[in-house]
């Protein structure tokens, strides 16, 4: 089960604004609220025979729009006080490090 729902595509562009604007920590904590909120919607809801669109569909919804609005700010942040000349290199070691971070908990 996905917990990175279709409103990760559309909340990641409007977190990434909202970091902009009003800084990080805003932005990410807000988001991870909604990813929290949404992790324990599904483990309340979903039972044997879970329903789509009361269950899944939620608990989906939450969780996207959460990871949508932290993973922006969560990666700007990361970059935020290195040079212009190694912020190519830092948000690669961060990417790389998400990477097998992500892969270490699932297939890759």
Known sequence: MPLEGPDRGRSAP?????SDRFG??????PGALLFAAGTTWFAL???VTP????DYLVGTLLT???VGLSYPAWASAAVAELPPDRFASGSAVLRACARSVRCSESRC
């Open 14 to 18: 409007i977190g990434g604004r909202l």
């Open 51 to 54: 329903h789509y669109v009361t």
């Open 45 to 47: 809801r979903l039972g």
């Open 64 to 66: 996207g729009t959460g």
């Open 24 to 29: 990080q920590r805003p932005v990410a904590v």
